[in-house]
């Protein structure tokens, strides 16, 4: 059997649509009984975008091939969500990319295709590194970050000093 180009063209952007909606409610997804606030929505979108042991070099893809949530996010650049909360639709920012400038009130960072953005940061705002929860004096020039925002605040960043 033999399935024509625009088919085939057609079926990849259905099946992309898919797992794009499937990574939006699975990044966002909160648990029973978990407060559904965006802060919530946020700690799970940085626990997706952290690199899943059973994704590491030379190992199977699972049937996603690699594209399921963490799969899309490890490639994510920079973007935004719009979530439904309590509150009503919030949109927020995510962003990958090196620390390019840091103070104790905001952070600046730079994605591989260039973007750069600056977000405050404050008392509310959870820095994450593979230790745990820090501050934001844990971050430095030069470190790899996740950065969730909203508004241009930083809500969560999570850090692989590099």
């Given at each position: 059997?033999?399935?024509?180009r625009t088919a085939a063209l057609a079926a990849?952007?259905?099946?992309?649509?898919?797992?794009?909606?499937?990574?939006?409610?699975?990044?966002?997804?909160?648990?029973?009984?978990?407060?559904?606030?965006?802060?919530?929505?946020?700690?799970?979108?940085?626990?997706?975008?952290?690199?899943?042991?059973?994704?590491?070099?030379?190992?199977?893809?699972?049937?996603?091939?690699?594209?399921?949530?963490?799969?899309?996010?490890?490639?994510?650049?920079?973007?935004?969500?719009?979530?439904?909360?309590?509150?009503?639709?919030?949109?927020?920012?995510?962003?990958?990319?090196?620390?390019?400038?840091?103070?104790?009130?905001?952070?600046?960072?730079?994605?591989p295709d260039k973007f750069a953005r600056v977000?405050?940061?404050?008392?509310?705002?959870?820095?994450?590194?593979?230790?745990?929860?820090?501050?934001?004096?844990?971050?430095?020039?030069?470190?790899?970050?996740?950065?969730?925002?909203?508004?241009?605040?930083?809500?969560?960043?999570?850090?692989?000093?590099?």
């Amino acid at each position: 059997m033999r399935i024509s180009r625009t088919a085939a063209l057609a079926a990849t952007g259905i099946i992309g649509a898919g797992v794009a909606g499937g990574l939006t409610y699975a990044a966002v997804a909160t648990p029973a009984g978990a407060s559904s606030n965006l802060g919530a929505a946020a700690d799970n979108i940085v626990s997706a975008a952290q690199p899943s042991p059973a994704t590491g070099a030379g190992r199977a893809q699972g049937r996603h091939g690699g594209m399921g949530r963490r799969g899309m996010l490890a490639r994510l650049e920079h973007g935004q969500l719009t979530l439904k909360t309590k509150q009503g639709d919030r949109t927020v920012d995510l962003q990958r990319g090196t620390v390019s400038s840091v103070t104790p009130t905001s952070v600046s960072v730079t994605s591989p295709d260039k973007f750069a953005r600056v977000y405050t940061v404050d008392s509310s705002t959870k820095v994450r590194t593979r230790s745990g929860l820090v501050s934001i004096s844990s971050v430095h020039k030069g470190d790899k970050v996740f950065v969730v925002a909203s508004a241009g605040k930083a809500l969560r960043i999570l850090d692989r000093q590099s």
